[in-house]
């Protein structure tokens, strides 16, 4: 079993994102916002650490609501940058509002987030990397392929005697969709 799946069952803090979210397909933009907006969060940090500050990054960044993060400016940024319950990186920052501001325009050339994603599946890893880094900000390789393991574009979530493993592939995410078909939604 992979190390994520041996620690986090039970655990206070891992267990619900393991067990509940890790892996499993989203469609919901709030949701694939989130999740880009943590994995850039934990950019040198522990996961631990980014779930624990999840409620106040929640509330400081507007339940993720996209347009709501977009609107964002300077005095935001202070604000948040002054904001003890989340984790308080300017650069970090600063690439949440730009990604949330590049979503919004992803609705007019793609129909949306999950669009966009479905539009470029399947991919290889370092082909999305490239897409990412010409699309968002502060998205290297862990960030891009956690990210997308975490919905399902990529395999890899759980090991594959995880319980939860075997409840993802009940609902097909993207990454066993064969090339030319698309995934079940």
């Not at 964002?72 to 949440?96: H, T």
């Not at 949306?112 to 479905?118: E, M, N, S, Y």
């Not at 592939?169 to 078909?181: D, E």
Request: proline share 6%; glycine share 8%; with cysteine.
């Amino acid at each position: 079993m992979s190390g994520y799946c041996r620690i986090a069952p039970g655990h206070p803090v891992h267990h619900d994102y393991h067990s509940d979210e890790y892996g499993f397909p989203a469609r919901d933009e709030t949701v694939l916002f989130e999740r880009l907006c943590l994995e850039i969060m934990q950019a040198g940090l522990s996961w631990e650490l980014v779930l624990k500050r999840r409620a106040g990054m929640r509330a400081a960044f507007a339940g993720f609501e996209v347009d709501q993060v977009a609107a964002m400016g300077p005095q935001d940024e202070a604000r948040l940058l002054a904001d003890p319950a989340i984790i308080r990186n300017r650069l970090k920052v600063a690439a949440i509002i730009g990604n949330a501001r590049r979503v919004q325009a992803l609705r007019a050339s793609h129909g949306g987030f999950a669009a966009w994603l479905d539009a470029h599946h399947p991919r290889e890893k370092a082909d999305w990397v490239k897409l990412f880094a010409r699309n968002f900000k502060f998205t290297g390789g862990e960030i891009v392929g956690e990210f997308l393991m975490s919905l399902g574009y990529l395999p890899g979530a759980h090991a594959e005697d995880c319980p939860v493993h075997a409840r993802i592939l009940k609902v097909r995410p993207p990454w066993m969709a064969k090339p030319g078909r698309p995934a079940a939604r």
